[in-house]
Structures are given as structure tokens and as C-alpha cells.
């Protein structure tokens, strides 16, 4: 797909499909990452604490939230960055979560006059309708000549 600076909309927005968040996941993150904190691994502990169960890592969530996005592969665009990245409520294991992206700015690049940066605000909604994280996703794209 190509999709050029000028294609974008401010306001657009998609959905993606849903991703339930696994035991597995986590303790695989736990693995990559070296973050083994108890509020990730130990059940018992964690039902003597606020939420009562373990919490998936803001990581975890920043890495899945952002994968549903990138189902759609644009060949005249890359990733520049993130900004603003909140961990809205925890997201525990069983909770499904799926991305919406909503284009929210476009302005022209201060080095590339051949590209621009669309700004998208990614969040995962779980399965209760409620937003548990946000992110704003900086887009890089090529300018049509």
C-alpha cells in the first residue's frame, strides 16, 4: 500500500481486532525485558495489593497495542517516534484489548520537505470499552510529488 502525506486525514480513525492478553505473554515479557517485579509474577502477593491481581507490563501493553496497528504496511512511511505515552487503568491477564488509531495532526517535517509527520493517537480499549492506554505515534511520510 502507499499512502502518501497528503492521503491523510485529520480525524480518521480505524479499529483493529482484539488480542486477549495470556499468562504466556507475560512471563515471556517478564523474560525479555528482566522486569520480573511482583506486581507481574507473584499472584499471591498481588491479591494483598490494590488491584488484587497480577498486571500485564506497560511494556507489554505499548508493544501489543501498537502491533494491532501495524497490520497495514505503507512503503512510504516508517516510524519516527512516540509521544505522550500514559498507562491510563492496569490491564490484567484475560483482558482483550484492541487498538483505535486516530489521526489528530499533520505538519511538515523541519528537515525533509519531501515528508511529512502525521501524528496518529493510538489507544487500547479492553474488553469493557474503557481506555487503558494511549500513546501518540509519530509517522514519517513521504510527500507526492
Known amino acids: 500500500m502507499k499512502k502518501y502525506y497528503q492521503d491523510y486525514e485529520v480525524g480518521e480513525t480505524r479499529e483493529t481486532y482484539g488480542r486477549t492478553i495470556t ?3 507475560v512471563v515471556l515479557h517478564a523474560g525479555q525485558s528482566g522486569d520480573f517485579y511482583p506486581h507481574h509474577m507473584d499472584a499471591e502477593w498481588c491479591k494483598t ?50 487498538s483505535r488509531i486516530t489521526v489528530i ?13 502525521v501524528v496518529e493517537r493510538v ?5 469493557h470499552g474503557v481506555t487503558v492506554f494511549a500513546c501518540d505515534h509519530l509517522l514519517m511520510v513521504e510527500k507526492r510529488n
Open 105 to 117: 495532526e499533520k505538519r511538515s517535517h523541519p528537515k525533509r520537505s519531501s515528508a511529512g509527520i
Open 23 to 25: 499468562e504466556t505473554d
Open 49 to 98: 495489593q490494590e488491584f488484587g491481581q497480577r498486571i500485564a507490563h506497560g511494556t507489554l501493553v505499548f508493544a501489543v497495542t501498537v502491533g494491532l496497528g501495524a497490520s497495514e504496511i505503507n512503503s512510504v512511511a516508517f516510524t519516527y517516534g512516540y509521544d505522550r505515552i500514559r498507562f491510563i487503568k492496569p490491564v490484567f491477564i484475560g483482558d482483550t484489548l484492541h
Open 123 to 127: 489507544e487500547a480499549i479492553n474488553q
